[in-house]
DNA sequence: CCTTGACCTGCCCCC
DNA sequence: CAGATCAGGTCAAGG
């Protein structure tokens, strides 16, 4: 196991796989499922009423990761700029709900919908000095009208997360067993469900599955890949990726980057979203 | 198999 | 300051 202040809170929360957070002074207060964490850097502190460990990924051997991925200069650069940075294991059904969310929309955006949902479906929870609405339960959820979920800004997505919400609700989708599948199942269960595609399947695998071969590709991946390897990845262009191209390029992503592409793919978007100072939460 | 347009919202910009 | 523009994935209809 690595040391502990190799983490750095900051830049981790900071990487568009959380939302439900919020830097209050010098903690950052979130989110995850029916949990509170606050996290300090300086004096390091990590709290959580549930399991810290499993959140931050402590079991992963990050330096035979970071080892295995640095596969060219660009990923061994965008490692120097984010150091610390981490993949976060988050409670399945918030990141699922969370990703459904994002598709067509901005990372502020997400957000604001995420906190509406607690807002309205949370239960209120005291952890440390602070009190706050924890992520809806899956019933709760399954059971909200549609016009509640409209009143959460979600727009046309509201009729994604109440089905989704059923099928969870139903054992249609079950985490548990998604988390033992091999990706490829995993994926193509999760994309049974109205608004789970190729990208939001893929984020959901990689920070709550445990499937470190899934590598989202949205705008800024893609763009990533035009700029940095289009000697590798010769039929990427700027268009929009057909559901075939996404499959494909997918295979050969995980044949260069490996079998811990997800941990690639997130240092790349990280560096690249901030070379373009694109605001974070 | 691919292309196209619709879908909500919030933010930024410009008049 | 109201109104237009744009960014961002997925789906359904049609070629």
């Given at each position: 196991m690595q040391k502990t202040d190799s983490i750095n809170i900051e830049t981790t929360i900071n990487s568009g796989q959380v939302f439900l957070w919020n830097k209050i002074g010098e903690q950052w207060v979130g989110i995850d499922g029916q949990?509170?964490?606050?996290l300090r850097q300086k004096p390091y502190s990590l709290k959580s009423s549930g399991n810290?460990?499993?959140f931050l990924r402590r079991d992963d051997n990050l330096e035979k990761i970071l080892k295995n991925i640095s596969t060219d200069r660009t990923v061994r650069d965008a490692i120097k700029q984010s150091s610390g940075l981490r993949l976060i294991r988050q409670d399945p059904f918030q990141c699922y709900i969370s990703f459904i969310c994002s598709s067509n929309s901005s990372i502020q955006n997400i957000k604001s919908m995420l906190e509406n949902l607690c807002r309205k479906f949370g239960v209120k929870?005291?952890?440390g000095k602070y009190q706050l609405h924890t992520f809806p339960r899956v019933e709760t959820l399954a059971n909200a009208t549609m016009n509640e979920l409209l009143d959460c800004r979600l727009g046309?997505?509201?009729k994604y997360v109440k089905e989704a919400s059923l099928a969870v609700n139903s054992n249609k989708i079950d985490f548990k067993e998604l988390?033992?599948?091999d990706y490829q199942t995993a994926i193509r269960s999760l994309k049974n469900i109205l608004g789970i595609g190729n990208k939001v399947a893929d984020c959901i695998a990689l920070f709550s599955l445990d499937k470190l071969e899934a590598f989202p590709i949205d705008r800024w991946t893609q763009r990533i890949l035009l700029k940095y390897y289009k000697d590798i990845f010769c039929d990427v262009s700027e268009k929009p990726l057909t559901e075939k191209k996404y499959e494909k390029l997918h295979d050969d992503i995980?044949?260069?980057f490996g079998p811990y592409a997800g941990y690639s793919q997130q240092f790349l978007f990280k560096m690249e979203r901030d070379l373009n100072?694109?605001?974070?939460?």
């Open positions: 949990d509170i964490m606050i810290i460990d499993n929870k005291e952890f046309f997505r509201a988390r033992k599948l995980v044949k260069y100072k694109k605001s974070w939460l």
